[in-house]
């Protein structure tokens, strides 16, 4: 499995997402999660999400990640405009990717 996955969004920005810990414990953190599907060297987003707290990402994906077998990674982000930016770049570069979850 991979630690780190670099996402890019419709401007061209990359940003970088880190694997759900093997903990299943993420810290109480802001930030933007994406559920994955991993194959070989291609990265398909199959859903983005924007919380006000990590710890709760996996649960509010649960649903699609049992579905499309995909992989939950996160992106720490304190800033409300910067985690609202980046979601909707990203969102712009993958317009099949499902919103999961959208609160600032």
Wanted: proline share 4%.
């Amino acid at each position: 499995m991979r630690e780190f996955v670099e996402l890019r969004g419709a401007s061209g920005a990359a940003y970088r997402f880190r694997a759900w810990p093997e903990s299943d414990h993420h810290t109480p953190t802001a930030g933007n999660f994406a559920v994955l599907a991993l194959e070989g060297p291609e990265v398909t987003i199959v859903g983005l999400g924007v919380c006000s707290d990590l710890s709760r990402a996996k649960q509010l994906a649960q649903a699609i990640l049992a579905d499309a077998q995909g992989q939950l990674f996160t992106r720490l982000n304190v800033s409300r405009a910067v985690r609202d930016a980046e979601h909707e770049d990203l969102a712009a570069a993958q317009p099949a990717a499902k919103t999961l979850h959208q609160e600032s």
